[in-house]
């Protein structure tokens, strides 16, 4: 199972800030690195897609010409970074990822290895969507009850509330790749054996129990291994595009899945819609074995210790950069995302619309979040900013849409949600990769699935309730201000760390900005998260 990804600020593309963006922890500098990364942050940025498939996935010629060649184990290491030139020390970046111009909206599928990926992908998502509505039906048909339903999407997301930073742990003692052949395998195994139960005709509701239980304590481990992996295939450079790409794939799939699970349960059943899943995952473990091992970033798993858990837990908590977007995801992932509950809300009781048009809603919702998925893709490394930003906007339209007179307005604003809900997820998403150090990278992931996924047996009981007895008008407008306002507080968290402000100049002049974030005192500012803000 997949986690559904989530405003825009303005970014800078810097030529002659990005000399002075970064740093490493090593105080030494290659002077040769050093002369090679500036050019490269000179040269134009590709776009589109190349014209073979053999394209260099770390551009030795670009960044180390002297690197054509020679294997990936010998070549500088990326956190090899230019010396800073102005008082203000940015913050350190672990991965040597710059904020850059974006290379293209589909860069990152220049990679080769991240290309096979991908295309595994988009059979296996849809396959995925296939399930969950095959599943979902075949529970209502047994029992009749949506309280059944309810339990199956528990016993799915119930271990991710549980384990889930156990399997962040476990992501970063195992080779990524090879971990996910196994997790794939076995949830191809779960979809095969839930199948042939309900093709024979012996399934019940407890066996859909029982299986949605291990699908969730597979994906523990699984997640948080796929997220941590798309840097290991595409470097810092396109990870953000990557990101981005991952989740237009996802809701590519939610659009198509869905709708072919629907013929293929109308024609054959629920059984079979299973066995179409099953097949899937074989596209995604044809693409990873089909990888070019070469062609990594593996990162050195970390020997098996005690405390290793909570190490990670004091790793985020002493970086403000990791804690407070963290925190923010939360929020979102608690209390803003919780459609399911609200649109039927929404569509039985206040447009009083049937099934279809329950439909477009959805489809509504998909369409934007594909829209941002592609816009994001666009970009170059986020910073805090535009994340803060994204929430605080996606926040705000669910208060406005709360309000909306009718139907088509009120879908025409869940477009607009889904474009910057899915802004968002792909910026936390590619923002704490880019912060975090590699042998950490497995158990940040975890603790970042675990907030914003984890905390939907919490936050939809809550949302539920509300809705119930006040109507969801006003359950919407609940999980609105929470969102925006866990995005205010967060932001100005962030600003004050940082020796931050916002101005707001009516009358900016050329090339000027009205609403702008500058040092709060000096020309610039002191604070290393000041850069990646």
């Known amino acids: 199972m997949a986690v559904a990804p989530r405003g825009e600020t303005t970014v800078t593309p810097p030529a002659a800030a990005s000399a002075a963006a970064f740093r490493t922890d090593d105080p030494t500098t290659d002077p040769a690195a050093a002369s ?15 014209g073979n498939g053999d394209d260099d996935p770390d551009e030795r010629t670009a960044a180390d010409p002297a690197a054509q ?23 350190s970046s672990p991965t040597g990822a710059e904020f850059t111009r974006p290379g293209g909206m589909f860069s990152s599928l220049r990679v080769r290895n991240y290309r096979y990926y991908f295309a595994g992908q988009v059979v296996s998502n849809t396959g995925t969507w296939m399930q969950r509505i095959a599943q979902d039906w075949l529970v209502l048909s047994l029992t009749g009850s949506p309280l059944a339903v309810g339990i199956t999407t528990a016993m799915q997301f119930l271990p991710m509330l549980l384990l889930g930073l156990f399997g962040g742990v476990l992501a970063d003692r195992m080779p990524k790749r090879r971990l996910l052949i196994y997790t794939q395998g076995a949830m191809g195994l779960l979809a095969a054996g839930l199948a042939v139960l309900t093709v024979g005709g012996v399934v019940t509701p407890y066996y859909v129990y029982f299986f949605a239980l291990l699908l969730g304590l597979v994906t523990v481990v699984d997640n948080p291994t796929r997220q941590a992996f798309v840097s290991e295939m595409v470097g810092p450079k396109d990870l953000a595009n990557a990101v981005s790409l991952n989740a237009a794939n996802f809701q590519t799939a939610r659009l198509v899945g869905p709708a072919v699970a629907g013929l293929l349960i109308a024609a054959v059943g629920s059984g079979w819609a299973f066995a179409v899943n099953t097949l899937s995952f074989a596209a995604v473990i044809g693409g990873l074995l089909a990888m070019r091992e070469s062609e990594l970033r593996p990162t050195e798993p970390i020997a098996r210790e005690k405390g290793q858990l909570r190490e990670g837990l004091r790793y985020v908590r002493e970086r403000p950069e990791l804690l407070w977007p963290m925190v923010l995801a939360g929020f979102i992932g608690t209390f803003g995302f919780n459609f399911p509950t609200l649109l039927s809300g929404f569509a039985y009781d206040t447009f009083e619309v049937g099934a279809g048009q329950y439909g477009l809603l959805n489809t509504a919702m998909a369409i934007g979040s594909l829209t941002g998925a592609l816009l994001a893709a666009r970009r170059g490394v986020p910073r805090l900013r535009r994340l803060v930003g994204a929430a605080l906007a996606f926040g705000a339209l669910e208060v406005v849409a709360a309000f909306a007179p009718d139907y088509w307005t009120f879908a025409l604003l869940l477009m607009l949600i889904g474009v910057f809900g899915l802004s968002f997820n792909t910026s936390v998403n590619s923002s ?61 968290v962030l600003a004050r760390s940082a020796d931050l402000r916002v101005r707001f100049d009516l009358h900016p002049g050329r090339g000027g900005r009205v609403v702008a974030v500058v040092p709060r005192t000096g020309a610039t500012s002191k604070s290393e998260l000041a850069p990646a803000c």
């Open 36 to 50: 090679a990364a500036a050019a490269d942050t000179q040269a134009p940025a590709p776009t589109g897609l190349p």
């Open 432 to 492: 704490l990769q880019l912060a975090t150090d590699p042998e950490m990278r497995g158990r940040v992931m975890g603790l970042l699935v675990l907030v914003f996924t984890g905390g939907t047996p919490i936050g939809a009981p809550i949302v539920g309730w509300v809705t119930a007895s006040y109507g969801p008008r006003l359950g919407l407008l609940a999980c609105g201000l929470v969102s925006a306002a866990a995005a205010g507080v967060v932001g100005l």
């Open 69 to 91: 060649g020679r294997p990936h184990s010998a070549r500088p290491s990326p956190a090899t970074t230019l010396p800073a030139t102005s008082s203000a020390r940015p913050l």
